[in-house]
């Protein structure tokens, strides 16, 4: 009866531990999607900004770079935004799946952690 009970206490001792980690864990996802969320929104906001031609691309990846460099909740926040912003631009602007495509890869390329200036164009004010 002793050991059972030792066995018990030390089954719901593991799992306190193992689900605190987890919290911790999930919680760290949470804050990393959120300020990767804040990232994409600060690249659109100075995007629209600097209203610059040939731009886009640089910002797409700024964003994605950005907010991946959080960690996993960044990267995954980049890429639901990434993609539900494409999804619309694509069915409602008219730009056609060239230019889609264009700023999907600008996406990827800052999300696994390219450099964005791959894609600044020249004569971008450094603000940016």
Not at 15 to 38: E, H, N
Request: with cysteine.
């Amino acid at each position: 009866m002793r050991l059972c009970v030792c066995l018990m206490l030390l089954s719901v001792v593991l799992c306190v531990s193992a689900d605190r980690f987890g919290l911790r864990r999930a919680g760290q996802f949470v804050r990393d999607a959120a300020g990767g969320t804040w990232d994409m929104y600060r690249a659109y906001r100075d995007m629209r900004e600097a209203n610059f031609k040939g731009a886009d691309k640089y910002f797409h990846a700024r964003g994605n770079y950005d907010a991946a460099r959080r960690g996993p909740g960044g990267a995954w926040a980049a890429k639901v935004i990434s993609d539900a912003r494409e999804g619309w631009q694509s069915s409602v602007s008219g730009r056609g799946a060239e230019d889609t495509r264009a700023d999907q890869e600008a996406n990827v390329w800052g999300r696994r952690g390219g450099d964005p200036n791959r894609y600044r164009p020249k004569g971008l004010p450094s603000k940016y």
